[in-house]
């Protein structure tokens, strides 16, 4: 019974020192929370005096990160260096294994201009960290903030040392070197990195990739290069280096170069299969640098049908010579027949299946548009049809060119119903749009104006660009030309011509023309009219006089529409007919200076900057130089 009486009694007086305890704690956090508030309003206010003598307080019951940060501060506001120097060393001995704090002294040091002695300290820093990774980034990320790249640096190569990984933080001290321009170190952070670990060379394309962007002057991909070029050499067995190499050739679309570095590879590592040269041959090729395609498409047919890549190398060698063919403005009947025989032997030699339908469809177009074979074009389409295996898209592209040879053949109401099936089929795709806009031209041509445009109209906020801007063009042309009496008298003659023109019938086009000039004294429309006589002169051959016909436009309608086109066909046409690339240059020089929101700038910038590099001894503006040097492959 005593027992427990003096039991109870013992947790009644433990329970009440409790209570006294938890209450002078709390009463204890809460005192410190009002110094913390007006420590900070002090510091704030400018009160810096007072905010001291808080801070001090504060400190010496316990260490916060605050009230050390804030307590150099203001030491350094109120010319106190000597407490500030105490307190840091006050703190490192607290602390001895956190580097930061001696990087502190180290840094104090230099803000007095003892250099020297805070070197020593930085230094001493550096060699104060472990094995830690998360305390070698923090002591980096110190450096850095402050500005010193330098030491950044030497904290994350320590790093490398106590990690034993020679490769870590590559990432961490290339930018480091970067933002000081130091490139021989940034391009051997990399080389290294590849060399030794080959399964990051898709990760170092990609970091490479960003830095590139940001190089507006190319000065360090031009480094990179030259090292990687000597390292190529040096090491001739290792891929990983080879591979690297060729694709800093691509970043600066050195094809040719990227082309024969891929043979080579191809030779010493691929066991012959030919996949990097098949990657560029095909990267070429989007990049309209035919001639490298062509000539690594024709390496891999070289290798014989058992190659990996001979089928899609005859596919992509068609491709390569239709997509130049189709994007000049006119050609010899050599070059057509040329062209003609390649398909014919690739699809004999290949069979007409689900993987030979995209040059099933380019040698429709062909047969329709250059050789007046329409209805063994639209056979072929409706072979690649009929095919069950055909893509949805491939089989949308059949159709349209379909549609597109029955509009070129009159046959007005097939062509309309095909293009509206494919456009209500594929609604919310691309091809949808493209299936509209024909459709859209249908109308015109056929001088349904007022509908056309309606048509025009909705498309011009087509997501691919090329239709929207043609939209656009369209739409303009029919609401600037109605004629004062409200009619489209002249725009009829236009359309009528424009669609004989499409249908290769260019006397019936010209009459087209002349009836408009002779109907009306003047017209809007009369620029456009010269342009499309130019157009009909370059079908014929007549090559001097499209060349007068466009110098004409800029004459006489210099600020109208039609003028930057004039200016771009008389480029190609000084290229490919008379073979001037300085005259070329000149024009193309023209529309970039002269009509900067053309749409013809970026491409007119593109062969500007091509022929000037290319072309160091020009030859002179010769129009009445009429033949033709083009030559098939």
Do not use: C
């Amino acid at each position: 019974m005593y027992y427990r009486y003096y039991r109870n009694r013992i947790l009644v007086v433990l329970f009440f020192v409790l209570n006294i305890s938890l209450f002078n704690e709390g009463f204890a956090q809460k005192e410190e929370q009002i110094q913390v508030s007006m420590a900070r309003e002090f510091f704030f206010g400018g009160q810096d005096q007072k905010s001291i003598q808080i801070y001090e307080e504060l400190i010496e019951r316990r260490f916060v990160q605050e009230y050390y940060d804030n307590l150099i501060t203001l030491y350094y506001r109120v010319d106190e260096p000597k407490k500030a120097e105490k307190l840091i060393k006050k703190t490192i001995k607290q602390f001895p294994n956190n580097s930061i704090f001696i990087a502190d002294l180290g840094i104090h040091y230099m803000r007095f201009a003892e250099k020297e002695k805070g070197e020593k300290e930085l230094d001493k820093a550096i060699a104060n960290l472990d094995a830690n990774q998360n305390n070698i980034v923090l002591l980096a990320n110190y450096f850095i903030r402050i500005g010193n790249l330098d030491y950044g640096i030497k904290t994350y190569q320590r790093g490398r040392e106590l990690l034993k990984d020679q490769n870590r933080f590559v990432y961490e001290i290339s930018y480091l070197y970067q933002r000081q321009g130091r490139y021989e170190e940034m391009t051997t952070e990399y080389i290294s990195l590849v060399e030794q670990n080959p399964i990051m060379l898709n990760q170092v394309k990609i970091y490479l990739g960003s830095l590139i962007q940001q190089d507006q002057e190319d000065k360090f991909l031009e480094h990179f290069r030259k090292a990687i070029l000597k390292k190529t050499q040096q090491e001739t067995k290792n891929e990983s280096i080879a591979q690297l190499y060729v694709w800093i050739l691509l970043q600066q679309k050195n094809y040719a170069l990227a082309l024969n570095q891929a043979k080579s590879i191809d030779n010493r590592f691929e066991n012959l299969t030919g996949q990097t040269v098949y990657e560029i041959s095909n990267i070429a090729l989007n990049n309209q640098d035919y001639k490298v395609a062509k000539e690594g498409f024709m390496y891999l047919i070289n290798k014989g049908e058992q190659g990996t890549y001979y089928l899609l190398s005859r596919i992509g060698l068609l491709n390569a010579l239709y997509n130049p063919f189709i994007s000049t403005i006119n050609h010899t009947e050599k070059e057509i027949n040329f062209l003609k025989t390649q398909y014919e032997t690739t699809l004999i030699e290949l069979g007409r299946r689900p993987q030979t339908i995209p040059i099933m469809q380019q040698y429709a177009y062909l047969l329709a548009y250059y050789l007046n074979s329409s209805q063994e074009a639209v056979d072929i389409l409706e072979q690649t049809i009929a095919m069950p295996q055909i893509k949805r898209n491939e089989k949308a592209q059949s159709k349209l060119l379909r549609a597109d040879i029955y509009l070129m053949e009159n046959d007005i109401w097939e062509a309309s119903l095909t293009y509206s099936q494919v456009e209500k089929e594929y609604k919310n795709d691309v091809i949808g749009s493209d299936a509209k806009f024909k459709n859209a031209m249908l109308s015109y041509y056929n001088s349904d104006f007022e509908w056309a445009q309606s048509q025009f109209d909705a498309l011009r906020s087509s997501t691919t660009k090329l239709i929207a801007n043609d939209a656009m063009q369209y739409s303009l042309l029919i609401s600037d030309n109605i004629d004062p009496d409200s009619s489209y008298n002249g725009l009829t003659y236009y359309s009528k011509a424009e669609f004989s023109l499409y249908q290769h019938k260019y006397d019936q086009a010209l009459a087209y023309l002349d009836t408009l000039n002779h109907s009306f004294l003047t017209h809007p429309l009369f620029d456009e009219a010269l342009y499309k006589r130019a157009e009909i002169s370059i079908q014929k051959h007549e090559y001097i006089k499209a060349d007068s016909l466009l110098n004409q436009i800029l004459l006489k309608y210099p600020t109208d529409l039609m003028a930057d086109d004039a200016l771009y066909l008389l480029a190609e046409l000084s290229q490919t007919h008379f073979h001037s690339s300085e005259k070329a240059i000149e024009y193309y020089q023209r529309i970039i200076l002269d009509y900067p929101s053309s749409l013809y700038v970026t491409e007119a910038r593109k062969r500007y900057n091509e022929l000037k590099a290319s072309n160091s001894d020009m030859p002179k503006y010769n129009p009445k130089s009429t033949t033709s040097n083009s030559e098939p492959l």
